[in-house]
């Protein structure tokens, strides 16, 4: 199923206000010190109302079967508000994960309690080095011989770690990386909070201490299952990126027209104003990218994934340079704690880091290219 | 409109299979073969040139006959009538066929000039000279900047003073592209010195072959003369040569703008796209032993992301032409990027090749980027230079505040 331009339209609108109502500064500043980091109730209206989890989850497992254009529109809102929700790790991770092993059986299991929004679930694939290359993959599972696997081994960086219902682990078997799922209240697995750069994307260290565990997709798939899910969640992440980016362009053009030094307005400036345009440049240049991305996978052109990885390098760029700016555009008042600024530049240096950050980028764009 | 859309493409495709050859496939190269001129600006020998320039004029002459020589324009003028989008559609289709390049016709002339003598000039000087420039008779040029005016426009000197029937004109224009072979300059003077600038300036229409008209080529820094210099003594000029209202010209030089701004930017085939194809450069990389260089392979994964990312932008602006929607800030952006995008191509190269950049050792494919790193100050000036633009976008679209002007 697809929207034409106009339902898109209401669908960030909707999204949008929700966001405004229940996803303002206030609350975001509460919930990235509270525990879990994110509003219960927010999050029950967001599936019942909206039906935020179920948009993307196809319709033979309950959900609404939109694709990855709509999920631009609703991820690009979530990044301008800095929502704390479990849908970048349920939605586009965890239940991605589930939809690119290909395997009917746990996607029926698991896929709808994710869009009903009663499942929250996880993607465990870092370690301590934090790298998504599955040749560094050294979790391990083994047959327990009943037909079932037991896990050992410690993952790093999984996103809603803490508080995921489900958590599905890439860990390496006899035939290579495989996907596994796993209960997170099951006994063996001691899930602990990381400090974290961006205080509103909780994560966590989880340990897997011979823990059972049901493999997803075949054994060994796990390397192809990533590289699909890779690819839809840096787009994912891009339009996250490119909605932060331009609500920090919004706030300093706001500023640079009302904020008034020397006599004049400093957007009257010209460094000020080249500031905003270069910002306003990269900007454009992210939701192009981004939205080019989600169209082409919506499409499934055979150059999707070169789209992706333009995206995701192009988006957590832009992202990071709008940031930076906003402060500098800001000066003193965007140093301070009370000033929003700050939430952004967390966010925009997290995510550029999350799946490796630009050394590991640029080279997943290369080989893309054949280059 | 899908179903016109699909008739007028067939329509366009039997014209273009009737008269010309596919173009060869330009994605397809193999290192060492072929063409390796990475030429922006021309620096052809006068003879090659004005045969070049003769071959623009008989595709346009083609084109012309065949219902394809002014899309959008008016049947009366010999227009076909059609939308802008018609005319973005059959661009696209034309650039897959090996077709003569028009570009000393089209960009200035047809593109600008052309619009604007439709909406500003009086009827017998549509009836002269509209028809002619869409056959591919006559070429027309811009006779804006000056000495002293470069991005701010409105500054021009050059001075018209009536004189019974006609005008004297007198002054200096600068950077006028195809002057050399133009018929026709539209030229923005000065007739009011005491009014505020932007109200004391009228547009005339001037027959390059008046006397008193000189064009002397200015030489650029790649070596070639693709601009001039135009001096103008004592030029005189019909009354009816002149388009809008008397002191009202600057309103004439803001539909040619407009004209401009829809026209630079959508830059596509040639050399231009050789330098930012990534088989090239990584072609490019293998034979200069730089293949494993980490930090050129850094540098060239960011200028793919911006070349790509940038043509993202122009899919998004001609979709959104498409859908009837005026597009938004896509080709100022896109603009901007583009000159910076060979740029950076230009200096990643350079740094691949070395000591080969540096003088001509008959080797395919290196000295020959030279003629593309000489051509990047350029791209960041013409059309408008980066600061300019950077304030339309500050301006316009995040609508800041105006800086003090005089």
Redesign the interface.
Known sequence: MSAD?SELRELRSSVRQFLEARSPEEAVRKLMESEPRFDLDVWAQAADQLRLPSLVIPEEYGGDGFGPVELGVVLEEMGRALLCSPFFSTVVLAAQALLASGDKGACARHLPGIAAGRTTAALAVAEDGGSWDPALISARAVPDGDGGWRLNGRKSFVIDGTTADLVLVVARTVAGPSLFAVERTSAGVAAEAMETLDATRAMARLTFDTVPAALVGADGAGGRVMARVLDIATVGLAAEQAGGARRC?EMS?DY??TRHQFG??I????A???K???M??QV???E??S??AARSAAEGTPDFP??AA?AH??CS?AYMFAAMENIQVHGGIGFTWEHPAHLYFRRAKSSQLLFGG??V???R??DR??? | MEHDMQDFTAEVRRFLDAHVAKAPDRTAFTWGEGDDSMAYFSSLPPEEEREHVQRARDWQRIRHENGFGWITGPPEYGGRGLTPVHDLLYDAIESEYDVADTGTLSVIGLGMIGPTILAHAQPRIKDRWLPAMYRGDAIACQLFSEPGAGSDLASVATKAVRDGEDWVLNGQKVWTSVAQHSQIGLALTRTNPDAPKHRGITAFLVPMDAPGVEVRPLRQMTGGADFNEVFLTDVRVPEDHRLGEIDGGWTVALTTLMNERATVGSEGAGPVAAALS?DR??AL?RATWTWDD?AL??R???L???A???E??N??ALRTLR?GVTPG??RS?AK??YGQNLTRAAHFVADCLGPRLVADTGKWGTYAWSELLLATPALRILGGTE?I???I???R????????RA
Request: with cysteine; proline share 6%; glycine share 4%.
């Open positions: 331009d362009l053009a640079a027209r004049r307005p957007g009257s400036f010209q000020v104003k080249h905003c345009a270069d306003l440049v454009e240049l992210a192009a990218a939205r080019e070169v789209a333009v390098a192009c760029r630009p050394a980028y640029h080279e764009l290369l290219l054949g280059i | 990534p450069l990584s990389m980490r392979r850094a060239l994964a960011e793919l992301v911006d790509m990312a940038t993202h932008l899919t998004r859908a800030p896509e952006v901007l990027m600061e633009m950077k304030n976008l500050a301006e679209v995040l609508g800041l505040p105006k800086e003090a």
